[in-house]
Nanobody, 122 residues
Framework: QLQLVESGGGLVQAGDSLSLSCAASGRTFDHYGLGWFRQAPGKEREFVAAITWNGFSTKYVDSVKGRFTISRDNAKNAVDLQMNGLKPEDTAIYYC???????????????WGQGTQVTVSS
């Protein structure tokens, strides 16, 4: 089992920045691809960003490219999501996830955190 715990969410204004962190424990962290997903009220959970086990490759949904940055520190068992230029449409619960490879699909991830709320006011 790999336990994931997100932190860093909150209420911000449009244009502000926020940094989310996800701390992992329980298994060897650096075996897994990691992803961030989000779910807004009434919508399906959607892919935001992902990073390979070694941090050499990243993927982003088009709507966050140039604004969000995913990074990981295997020594600290942590993955971060730096969010700049936040927009009201970024409002959602943000989840980190771990799986055997890097993917944009929720079904490819095995372990999930409990989520952290991000609210962006206009």
């Amino acid at each position: 089992q790999l336990q994931l715990v997100e932190s860093g969410g909150g209420l911000v204004q449009a244009g502000d920045s926020l940094s989310l962190s996800c701390a992992a424990s329980g298994r060897t962290f650096d075996h897994y691809g990691l992803g961030w997903f989000r779910q807004a009220p009434g919508k399906e959970r959607e892919f935001v960003a992902a990073i390979t086990w070694n941090g050499f490759s990243t993927k982003y949904v088009d709507s966050v490219k140039g604004r969000f940055t995913i990074s990981r520190d295997n020594a600290k068992n942590a993955v971060d999501l730096q969010m700049n230029g936040l927009k009201p449409e970024d409002t959602a619960i943000y989840y980190c996830a771990a799986g055997p490879f890097t993917s944009t699909r929720t079904g490819d991830y095995i372990y999930w955190g409990q989520g952290t709320q991000v609210t962006v006011s206009s």
